[in-house]
């Protein structure tokens, strides 16, 4: 065991912690470090901010638990260590005919830290959030209980871990059910949007149709312009030729973003022209793994992403006035997604979705100014009883995350004795 400092996607908050490795699934639970006072699992650390670090605590590494149990190819059940990359599961089944039900933006997550921050993807409109296709699974806890949690048994574990961010226990291992595909390529049409009311038009037209929707906002002003893409699984049959993968080696000495290196990226992207084509599935849904490490373009000061929900009564009106808000602070997401949320409910007691609209923003840590910002954010999304997303999240206050969270106390009851975050002191302990 070695004290490491870890770091989260966002590279802003690194955290010095007691790094144990859970053996294997069949292990007991493994004793406190000395001197820490808590655990926290642990997958691939790509949640941006510290729902995945533990200052002060240990961290309980999934990365021996990474083995394929069984696999039916008739029926796409799959049952596997919650340590098995989303990655490695495409690898075994998209060959066999089958896909991932739910995805999200990047296929280097654990399935363990897909359950327990129930992710989303482009097709939440059809399929819901990752935990709807979960069928059972295992949870360790530190008294050494195991408890097969699923919709008929121990449901209430079932429930509080799916989107309990790590802190119900260790999920050893999974049984999912995995949706059925002709091949890897993707239909996919691309459309430029004007304006957030024809973004509006495009997804009450689109969510029927096709099976994956999202937009790409241009946010160098605050018009709500953009590009938005639709996508079915295609016919194509023909295996896939690998594309290449670029890998940034190092952290530059300042960050690469900024408000001019954002105009020009919009505008050159705001060049892609509309139409239909056919993707592989990797570049469509992973665009960002083909550059490693693309997170460390930010500079040694990191990055936030500020993800929010606002419920579908509010329309698209706070997002117009989070766009004003980004434009009058004098400031610029690189990369800025927009996407509708359906209404089919999570297991999950704590899952972020919920039947409305997600933002999705990315800023460089500039300090003050983006605090700022964070902050007429915040005011917007409290005022129509949105939430924002644990997962990307390292700087939400605990006023808001109670409000958006009304389920917490219930929660709170199920959290394990000996499991931390940073994420749930600030949350718990702030205000
Ligand atoms: C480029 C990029 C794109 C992304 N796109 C999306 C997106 O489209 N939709 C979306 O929802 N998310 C998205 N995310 C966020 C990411 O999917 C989640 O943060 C995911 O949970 C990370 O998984 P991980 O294995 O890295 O877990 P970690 O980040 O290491 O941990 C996440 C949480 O899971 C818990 N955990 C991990 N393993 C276990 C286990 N075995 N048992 C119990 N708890 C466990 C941890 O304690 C922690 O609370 C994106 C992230 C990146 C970097």
């Known amino acids: 065991m070695a004290q490491q400092i870890l770091r989260s996607w966002g590279r802003v908050l690194a955290a010095p912690a007691d790094v144990v490795d859970m053996p294997a699934a069949a292990a007991p639970f493994p004793a406190l ?6 655990l926290l699992p642990f997958g691939k650390g790509r949640s941006y901010g510290d729902s995945c670090l533990n200052p002060g605590g240990a961290l309980l590494r999934t990365k021996n638990l990474d083995h394929f149990i069984s696999f039916d190819k008739d029926t796409g059940i799959l049952v596997c260590e919650a340590g098995v990359q989303l990655a490695d599961i495409l690898r075994v089944i998209v060959p066999q005919g089958w896909f991932l039900p739910v995805t ?52 209430d574990w079932f429930s509080a871990t799916i989107g309990g961010i790590g802190l119900t226990g260790l999920i050893t291992w999974v049984e999912l059910q995995m949706q ?36 790409w906002l241009d946010c160098s002003d605050a018009v709500g312009r953009g590009i938005f893409f639709r996508a079915n699984h295609s016919a194509e049959t023909e295996q896939y030729k690998k594309p290449l993968c670029l890998s940034l080696p190092v952290v530059p000495p300042v960050s690469f973003v900024n408000n001019l290196s954002i105009k020009l990226f919009n505008t050159l992207y705001n060049k892609k022209s509309d139409g239909s084509s056919r993707a592989h599935y990797e570049p469509f849904f992973y665009p960002l793994d083909g550059v490693g490490n693309w997170n460390r373009i930010y500079g040694p000061k990191g990055f936030y992403q500020y993800q929010c929900v606002i419920p579908a009564r509010h329309g698209l009106a706070p997002i117009q006035e989070m766009l004003a808000a980004v434009s009058k602070n004098g400031m610029s997401s690189f990369l800025s997604v927009l996407k509708g949320f359906g209404s089919k409910p999570s297991p999950g007691m704590m899952s972020f979705p919920c039947e409305g609209v997600t933002l999705a923003l990315d800023f460089a840590n500039t300090g ?64």
């Not at 470090?33 to 808590?38: K, L």
């Open 180 to 215: 059925p595909i002709s091949g890897p390529w993707m239909d996919v049409e691309t459309l430029h949007f004007s304006s957030l009311d024809e973004f509006g038009k495009l997804t009450a037209e689109s969510d029927s149709r096709f099976e994956y929707v999202v937009a």
């Open 368 to 431: 003050a100014s983006v605090q700022r910002l964070f902050a007429a954010l915040d005011e917007i999304v409290a005022g129509v009883d949105g939430r924002l997303y644990p997962a990307k999240d390292g700087r939400m206050s605990g006023a808001l995350f109670r409000a958006g969270y009304p389920v917490l106390e219930k929660f709170s009851t199920f959290v394990d004795p000996a499991f931390s975050s940073g994420f749930w002191r600030r949350v718990m302990e702030g205000k």
């Open 33 to 38: 470090p000395a001197g820490s006072s808590s």
């Open 104 to 155: 999200p933006g990047t296929r280097f997550v654990t399935v363990g830290g897909a359950i327990a921050n129930d992710v989303h993807g482009k097709n939440h409109h059809r399929n819901g959030a990752f935990g709807c296709h979960v069928r059972r699974f295992e949870l360790l806890r530190s008294n050494n209980e195991r408890l097969i949690c699923s919709a008929e048994e121990n449901a």
